[in-house]
């Protein structure tokens, strides 16, 4: 069970607890989160995250084929999850990426903007 987030902080459920996520939206929030992490920041868990921050340093014709490794390499312990397309919008220094998926038939749909 996955809490919900927003704004970094839990979501009161309005009778002193938090706010619960299941199915397509806990799933939602994992890949958020594998995807928003910097792969390597936790030691005890090397794998987990994405290394979707180092794209500013790349070429931007290198960003797109990079921007899909880098999604596949963080959501690929994640089960039941088939990633179908990766695409990132450069706009300046800024880009917008977006992550369609598959999970039990259910198709998924995660943006974050990416630097």
Same mark, same amino acid.
């Given at each position: 069970?996955?809490?919900?987030?927003?704004?970094?902080?839990?979501?009161?459920?309005?009778?002193?607890?938090?706010?619960?996520?299941?199915?397509?939206?806990? +799933?939602?929030? =994992? +890949?958020?989160?594998?995807?928003?992490? =910097? =792969?390597? $920041?936790?030691?005890?868990?090397?794998?987990?995250?994405?290394?979707?921050?180092?794209?500013?340093?790349?070429?931007?014709? *290198?960003?797109?084929?990079?921007? *899909?490794?880098? +999604?596949?390499?963080?959501?690929?312990?994640?089960?039941?999850?088939?990633?179908?397309?990766?695409?990132?919008?450069?706009?300046?220094?800024?880009?917008?990426?977006?992550?369609?998926?598959?999970?039990?038939?259910?198709?998924?749909? $995660?943006?974050?903007?990416? =630097?």
């Amino acid at each position: 069970m996955e809490w919900k987030l927003m704004d970094g902080d839990y979501v009161p459920d309005g009778m002193g607890g938090l706010t619960a996520l299941s199915g397509g939206e806990e +799933v939602l929030a =994992r +890949v958020l989160y594998r995807l928003t992490a =910097r =792969r390597g $920041a936790l030691p005890f868990l090397p794998n987990l995250g994405s290394r979707l921050y180092q794209l500013g340093r790349e070429k931007p014709a *290198a960003r797109q084929a990079l921007a *899909a490794q880098y +999604v596949a390499e963080a959501l690929g312990e994640e089960p039941e999850l088939t990633v179908r397309a990766v695409e990132l919008v450069q706009t300046g220094e800024t880009g917008l990426l977006t992550v369609q998926l598959d999970w039990q038939g259910q198709e998924l749909t $995660a943006q974050l903007s990416v =630097r």
